[in-house]
């Protein structure tokens, strides 16, 4: 069985830009804490890592296909230093009119890499900050982590909440050794 944790980018491996702002160049990158590890655990897990990110810069003309993939490979470069990174890395090109599959909260993307890597859903996680990402892992059967300051209020449909990444990495191996073999009664 090939499980998954699916990753948003900006607001959970660098640091999301004011609303109506997107980080475009590799100046605009801050690494949020503890990313890289995150993921490493996950890969020890028996994870795949895919990066599921809605880059509706590029349908406004603020950045190319070309652009946005050199400066994803400066960001994977700058991130694992060699180690293993992502298994994959997706995006939405598109704006959210006209409507796409591939949008978040569509699940589009993680059906995609569902298909791509034979991924069972309902055994794989999204983690993202905001509630589209929620509600993508919603749509695709995945259980779902949203990240947000703790202190601060928001509803969500998300099964768990988590104040960073590694705190969602806590909550998601922690699950995983529970659920561990399951014992006999005797
Ligand atoms: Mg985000
Ligand atoms: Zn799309």
């Excluded at 050199?70 to 890395?89: A, T």
């Excluded at 929620?134 to 998300?158: M, P, Q």
Aim: hydrophobic content about 40%; glycine content about 10%; proline content about 5%.
């Amino acid at each position: 069985m090939v499980r998954a944790v699916f990753l948003d980018r900006d607001g959970v491996i660098n640091r999301k830009m004011p609303e109506g702002r997107y980080v475009t160049s590799w100046a605009e990158v801050q690494f949020l804490p503890g990313g890289a590890e995150a993921v490493k655990r996950f890969h020890e897990a028996g994870f795949l890592v895919l990066l599921v990110s809605n880059q509706r810069a590029i349908a406004k003309g603020l950045v190319t296909r070309h652009g946005l993939e050199s400066l994803h490979r400066r960001m994977w470069q700058e991130l694992f230093r060699g180690e293993k990174g992502f298994d994959g890395v997706y995006y939405c090109p598109h704006d959210a009119d006209p409507p796409c599959g591939c949008r978040k909260p569509q699940p589009g993307m993680l059906l995609a890499a569902a298909q791509d890597r034979g991924i069972d859903l309902t055994a794989s996680w999204m983690v993202g900050d905001s509630e589209s990402d929620v509600e993508a892992g919603r749509r695709a059967g995945c259980r779902t982590i949203r990240i947000g300051l703790l202190d601060v209020r928001f509803s969500t449909s998300a099964d768990e909440v988590a104040g960073s990444l590694q705190e969602a990495a806590n909550i998601i191996l922690a699950m995983e050794s529970a659920a561990g073999p399951i014992p006999t009664c005797h």
